[in-house]
């Protein structure tokens, strides 16, 4: 049995043909286009569903479904995207239909942060756990729960957001409007915020010599962290210690075998994991804090395997 998994994201679309035990067998890249409208982006998935069909040399006949990863608030039982707030023109958007009629598969949607969760559950760093909770630390925090092989999704397709649970009652505004969220402190573009912060209060670090011929990131602060910069260790350990709050609360609510983070953060190491795992350790209670394990996710292509082994999964649930 083989299902294609398609990652919507806002630069790229991402697909490839999943074999039944989690295997890539084919990958398609294409520019996702986001400014041209929804219609046409669909055509951009299908077009790459079907790039990856014929380089896996099937026949639409061998193709049992098809899944589909994108952001939300989404409708995964309609098929619908409620909003995609980086997709121009995106509101209640029929994908899972409106991919149907193009390609004569059954189609599913999935939020795109379960599907990653759901591929390391699978095939990646949470294979064999009762329970698993993904975050995943980029320009945003996505998060996503894996309970007894389910994603658990809540009844309006509304659970996992792990990135908008408040850490600071009076903190800093986050994108979703609200302040002090798990995002507003431990995402890639907080991390930047917050040195940008430290830079311009006088903080002396090697981070400033480097600004002289390339914009601040993430990497950057971790790469002068790793060299021993002072500033920049103390970065990743404030944004790690964020983390290790909202870990705490996430291992005391649902006891998880494992934590998996995602997202180029992740490549940190230590630094980020060492004060993430001290802080869920000192706030935490036993006997969870024994059980858990924080781990770097190790998928590559974990929006294209999440999306189609929940589409597989949904498919024998019919």
């Not at 697909?15 to 520019?31: F, I, K, P, W, Y």
């Not at 975050?135 to 945003?140: A, D, N, S």
Request: charged share 20%; hydrophobic share 45%.
């Amino acid at each position: 049995m083989h299902v294609i998994g398609v990652d919507l994201g806002a630069t790229n679309i991402k697909a490839g043909v999943v074999g039944e035990s989690g295997n890539v067998v084919t990958r398609v890249s294409l520019e996702t286009e986001a400014d041209l409208g929804p219609d046409h982006v669909i055509d951009r998935m299908a077009l790459s569903a079907n790039q990856a069909r014929m380089e896996a040399d099937l026949e639409w006949s061998q193709v049992s479904a098809v899944g589909v990863g994108a952001p939300g608030p989404l409708n995964c039982k309609q098929g619908i995207v409620i909003m995609a707030p980086n997709l121009s023109g995106w509101e209640n958007i029929h994908v899972s239909e409106k991919m149907q009629e193009r390609l004569q598969v059954k189609t599913f949607l999935e939020n795109d942060a379960n599907a990653a969760a759901f591929a390391e559950y699978w095939v990646g760093a949470g294979t064999g756990a009762a329970c698993m909770i993904q975050l995943t630390l980029g320009t945003g925090v996505g998060g996503g729960i894996v309970m007894n092989g389910q994603v658990w999704r809540g009844p309006d397709d509304c659970a996992g957001e792990l990135g908008h649970v408040p850490i600071r009652w009076d903190g800093v505004r986050c994108g979703c409007g609200a302040n002090g969220c798990v995002e507003a402190y431990a995402s890639a573009t907080a991390l930047v915020r917050i040195a940008q912060e430290k830079l311009d209060a006088g903080a002396k670090s090697s981070i400033s010599d480097r600004l002289r011929y390339e914009p601040l990131t993430a990497k950057l602060v971790a790469d002068e962290a790793h060299a021993g910069d002072e500033l920049a260790l103390a970065i990743y350990r404030e944004v790690g210690t964020y983390l290790g709050v909202a870990i705490a609360g996430f291992v005391n609510i649902f006891n998880p075998d494992k934590v998996v983070i995602s997202g180029g953060m992740a490549q940190a190491g230590e630094i980020l994991f060492g004060p993430i795992r001290e802080e869920v350790t000192a706030r935490a209670m036993a006997p969870a804090t024994d059980r858990v394990e924080i781990v770097p996710a190790i998928l590559a292509d974990a929006g294209v395997i999440g999306a189609a082994g929940c589409a597989l999964q949904r498919l024998k649930e019919e």
